[in-house]
């Protein structure tokens, strides 16, 4: 079924159970990351990303920067717990992207993702990512897309940390403010229902995505699709003011 918005100046996308699969983020990326974490924490310590991280977790233990064995087990438990704790995003993502440029790992995108993205790319309509993983995690998901790179579709990326939590109305004020975007003229797209609400809330247009094989909070007022294919969009034509 076709799901008509009205012109957008960018349209801005969830990752998990919108453009790649939730399951794989559990199954596939959050075990690896949890594999690695301890090598990542001892081989990487030193340089300024990690050890910024690493003295955010020594902070809220209460323990010195040099415990890492402490500082280990409590990311491990936050990607058990799957805490969106921002130190743990950081090292996440970059845990990823030295597995994705080995080639041990590949990201998911459900099928109808890289030729529609291409299509508004294309279109002229600016493509924005707003995940809670953070934006090193994005560009390396998108850049390793299973039929090449994304990435360079993407003109924009968001985090918690940059924009601030997914079911708050503010963070969304920002992210318009940070884009130079009327509210009305952005386009979200979630699976969390709190999400398109928080949305909506700051005056965003918003569109549920319900993936076949995917869990997702029920969608209630949001118009859905269950493929980008549905979505009939076109570039707003007022340029941003
Ligand atoms: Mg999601």
Not at 155 to 167: C, H, L, S, W, Y
Not at 181 to 203: H, M, N, T, V, Y
Not at 225 to 240: G, K, N, Q, R
Request: proline fraction near 5%; include cysteine; charge should be negative.
């Amino acid at each position: 079924m076709k799901v008509h918005v009205e012109p957008v100046s960018a349209i801005v996308m969830d990752i998990e159970g919108t453009t790649s699969s939730a399951r794989h983020v559990y199954e596939v990326l959050f075990p690896y990351a949890r594999a690695a974490m301890a090598t990542w924490v001892e081989q990487h310590g030193d340089e300024p990303v990690t050890r910024k991280a690493i003295a955010e977790v020594a902070e809220q233990l209460g323990v010195e920067s040099t415990d890492t064995a402490a500082i280990v087990a409590q990311l491990v438990q936050w990607i058990d717990d799957d805490v969106k704790a921002a130190p743990l995003k950081t090292l996440q993502g970059l845990i990823w992207q030295e597995g994705y440029s080995r080639g041990e790992l590949t990201s998911h995108m459900f099928d109808d993702v890289p030729p529609t993205l291409r299509t508004w790319h294309i279109a002229g309509i600016p493509l924005v990512i707003y995940s809670s993983g953070s934006v090193a995690a994005q560009k390396a998901l998108f850049a390793h897309a299973p039929d090449g790179d994304l990435d360079s579709l993407i003109g924009a990326n968001f985090d918690i940390t940059t924009a601030g939590p997914k079911r708050e109305r503010d963070s969304y004020t920002r992210i318009a403010q940070a884009l130079n975007a009327k509210p009305e003229q952005l386009l979200f797209l979630s699976d969390i229902q709190a999400e398109l609400d928080a949305a909506r809330a700051a005056g965003w247009q918003v569109v549920g995505v319900l993936r076949e094989g995917e869990t997702q909070a029920t969608a209630s007022g949001a118009p859905l699709i269950s493929s980008f294919t549905e979505l009939e969009v076109l570039p707003a034509s007022e340029p941003d003011c």
